[in-house]
């Protein structure tokens, strides 16, 4: 109101929820400015905590600087002291290297193997070095391996043998003990031809591979192909058993066929 005439110029009315907004939007503007401030302006730098996004940058600068002006001092102090050799009569004093030079030589850096690095970068070549086997032709063998000489192998089981290839007794494979469950694989692509079962070897798997070449699994406790499947090298087609009247414990008979004949699968595969 005018104090004068007591004229009414505006009027407002105060209550909990005109109080609450007018403060709400006071603390909202002020926490925009400060926002503002910190993120936009140079006060920031005042605030414990922060600093110059351009320091890091100066600083590198400084140091650029620094080291020129050394290197050149150095040189200058060099000049001098020749010439004052030169007007003494004295012989120039060589170049004295400069000390400190910040500038890296990568090509003056020779790399050396640790004992340690060397150690495992042979463990590890040496983990899957026996997966795969490579037999080489020769000429000198005779024709029914070198049928198969030069083909690559996948290790069908890892474990011991325990009773070679005999055919003066009609085992035409070997047996090969691993642990409980451990998955057999087929040593090259190729399709299964026989998967069934028999009474003497219990669950067998036979696969039809190129170049004339077949090879059977014999005693598995399950097979997980059927026949006409196609098979990748190292895929599981079964698991280790002790199927069959002809068995003594748990183990895979594995053979391994070309053209027809029986050969010993250890000329050929690593177990």
Same mark, same amino acid.
């Given at each position: 109101?005018?104090?004068?005439?007591?004229?009414?110029?505006?009027?407002?009315?105060?209550?909990?929820?005109?109080?609450?907004?007018?403060?709400?939007?006071?603390?909202?503007?002020?926490?925009?400015?400060?926002?503002?401030?910190?993120?936009?302006?140079?006060?920031?730098?005042?605030?414990?905590?922060?600093?110059?996004?351009?320091?890091?940058?100066?600083?590198?600068?400084?140091?650029?600087?620094?080291?020129?002006?050394?290197?050149?001092?150095?040189?200058?102090?060099?000049?001098?002291?020749?010439?004052?050799?030169?007007?003494?009569?004295?012989?120039?004093?060589?170049?004295?290297?400069?000390?400190?030079?910040?500038?890296?030589?990568?090509?003056?850096?020779?790399?050396?193997?640790?004992?340690?690095?060397?150690?495992?970068?042979?463990?590890?070549?040496?983990?899957?070095?026996?997966?795969?086997?490579?037999?080489?032709?020769?000429?000198?063998?005779?024709?029914?391996?070198?049928?198969?000489?030069?083909?690559?192998?996948?290790?069908?089981?890892?474990?011991?043998?325990?009773?070679?290839?005999?055919?003066?007794?009609?085992?035409?494979?070997?047996?090969?003990?691993?642990?409980?469950?451990?998955?057999?694989?087929?040593? /090259?692509?190729?399709?299964?031809?026989?998967?069934?079962?028999? /009474?003497?070897?219990?669950?067998?798997?036979?696969?039809?591979?190129?170049?004339?070449?077949?090879?059977?699994?014999?005693?598995?406790?399950?097979? /997980?192909?059927?026949?006409?499947?196609?098979?990748?090298?190292?895929?599981?087609?079964?698991?280790?058993?002790?199927?069959?009247?002809?068995?003594?414990?748990?183990?895979?008979?594995?053979?391994?066929?070309?053209?027809?004949?029986?050969?010993?699968?250890?000329?050929?595969?690593?177990?």
């Amino acid at each position: 109101m005018t104090d004068d005439t007591l004229e009414e110029r505006f009027t407002f009315r105060l209550s909990r929820m005109n109080v609450f907004i007018a403060l709400g939007t006071l603390v909202i503007v002020l926490i925009f400015l400060t926002s503002f401030l910190i993120a936009f302006t140079p006060l920031r730098e005042y605030i414990p905590g922060y600093t110059s996004v351009g320091l890091t940058k100066r600083l590198y600068k400084l140091q650029l600087k620094t080291d020129s002006i050394e290197r050149d001092l150095v040189a200058k102090e060099q000049f001098i002291t020749n010439l004052r050799d030169v007007i003494n009569g004295k012989d120039l004093t060589e170049d004295k290297p400069v000390t400190g030079d910040t500038i890296k030589r990568y090509g003056n850096i020779k790399m050396k193997r640790s004992a340690e690095d060397s150690l495992l970068r042979l463990e590890v070549e040496n983990q899957n070095k026996y997966n795969l086997y490579k037999i080489e032709a020769n000429e000198n063998i005779s024709q029914k391996k070198s049928s198969i000489g030069g083909v690559l192998f996948f290790t069908p089981l890892k474990g011991i043998i325990t009773n070679l290839f005999n055919p003066a007794q009609k085992h035409y494979g070997v047996d090969i003990v691993a642990k409980q469950n451990e998955a057999v694989k087929v040593v /090259l692509d190729g399709t299964v031809i026989l998967s069934n079962w028999t /009474l003497e070897t219990g669950y067998v798997i036979a696969v039809q591979h190129s170049r004339n070449i077949v090879s059977l699994y014999k005693h598995n406790s399950a097979i /997980l192909k059927k026949a006409g499947d196609y098979v990748r090298a190292g895929e599981p087609i079964a698991i280790v058993g002790e199927t069959g009247e002809l068995v003594t414990g748990p183990h895979l008979h594995f053979e391994l066929w070309s053209d027809g004949n029986p050969v010993d699968p250890k000329e050929y595969i690593t177990f």
